[in-house]
């Protein structure tokens, strides 16, 4: 029953912008952490952003630092990703995760099934 969707993806050119969506139904996530992972063609799945429960504190990659911005609206039951000036290797398909608790941890309990982004240079 539990399901996450993410929309928002597609095609995107460098220096534009984009923002994902992930939408929750099935169960209310208010309470548990949530997070954006990436999987490019041939690498493995690595973690982009994350937020805790109540959107308090906030942890990125590197490699997006200061480029792009996780946010959430629990009254939506909806994660976001905004996406600013996209790099070509930041084509991949992206994935929303719940966390197994209210704070960022190893443990993912729910996986999206993917939206793809493809940036363009």
């Known amino acids: 029953q539990v399901q996450l969707v993410e929309s928002g993806g597609g095609l995107v050119q460098a220096g534009g912008s984009l923002r994902l969506s992930c939408a929750a139904s099935?169960?209310?996530?208010?309470?548990?952490?949530m997070g954006w992972f990436r999987q490019a063609p041939g690498k493995e799945r690595e973690f982009v952003a994350g937020?805790?429960?109540?959107?308090?504190?906030?942890v990125y990659a590197d490699s997006v630092k200061g480029r792009f911005t996780i946010s959430r609206d629990n009254a939506k039951n909806t994660m976001y990703l905004q996406m600013n000036s996209p790099k070509p290797e930041d084509t991949a398909v992206y994935y929303c995760?719940?966390?197994?608790?209210?704070?960022?941890?190893?443990?993912?309990?729910?996986w999206g099934q993917g939206t793809q982004v493809t940036v363009s240079s």
């Open positions: 995760a719940v966390y197994k608790g209210a704070r960022l941890g190893p443990h993912v309990d729910y």
């Open positions: 099935g169960r209310t996530f208010s309470n548990y952490a």
């Open positions: 937020i805790s429960w109540n959107g308090g504190s906030t």
